[in-house]
């Protein structure tokens, strides 16, 4: 019967928690995917856009809003459903937070925010100091993280005559996010994510007017 040295067990112990330490939260740390806000009326979806997060209504509790308390009268008919929530968000050196604005529908304005995954079912929203997604709160995962998309994500595009680098991998759009669900378990109807692929209205955010527009 072999036996190993205490020193080397220790050793072999020690290895399996610093590799649980160090691997875990960069898994975890993925702010992309769908995320129902704290009061359950909306659903935002995240994605990797032109380098940046950026985070756009993809199910409203009440469907047909409209965002009439846009400063800008060109926007105020312009519908909920779609329109960036989380703006150009960059990444927080040193950190798994992403700094940028944050839209708040209810009194039209832009405040500086912070997105910061907590686990991986979990995302905070800090920075804003008044009212709808302001002053702190936790969104839910009710989708997975996302895939880089083409359409965001220059360094995919097609080069010549819509060929695709030889060097580079495929990759999908954020298009036709499933919802969340534990093996066995079933979305129920009128929850965020359970309209299928050919219902979700959204798709890949990243093609959206506002996000692929660039607003600086």
């Known amino acids: 019967m072999l036996h190993c040295p205490r020193t080397f067990a220790r050793t072999i112990a020690f290895s399996g928690l610093f590799l649980a330490t160090v691997l875990s939260p960069a898994l975890a740390a993925d702010p992309t995917g769908d995320w129902k806000v704290a009061d359950g009326v909306a659903t935002i979806r995240v994605a990797q856009c032109n ?122 759009t954020t298009g036709a996010v499933a919802p969340a669900t534990k093996p066995g378990q079933k979305q129920a109807a009128g929850t965020p994510g359970a309209a299928n692929a050919s219902a979700d209205t959204v798709g890949d955010i990243c093609l959206l007017p506002d996000i692929a527009r660039p607003t600086h």
């Open 51 to 172: 380098g940046n997060m950026w985070g756009a209504v993809s199910w409203e509790k009440t469907p047909g809003g409209k965002d009439k308390n846009n400063p800008d009268p060109a926007k105020q008919s312009r519908p909920t459903l779609g329109m960036p929530i989380l703006i150009d968000m960059k990444k927080k050196a040193g950190a798994d937070a992403w700094e940028g604005q944050v839209y708040n529908a209810k009194d039209g304005q832009l405040y500086s925010s912070t997105i910061k995954p907590v686990g991986t079912d979990q995302l905070e929203i800090q920075g804003c100091v008044l009212g709808f997604l302001c002053g702190g709160e936790t969104w839910t995962r009710v989708g997975p993280p996302i895939p880089v998309s083409a359409a965001g994500n220059p360094a995919a595009a097609p080069t010549a005559k819509g060929a695709a680098p030889k060097s580079a991998a495929p990759q999908k």
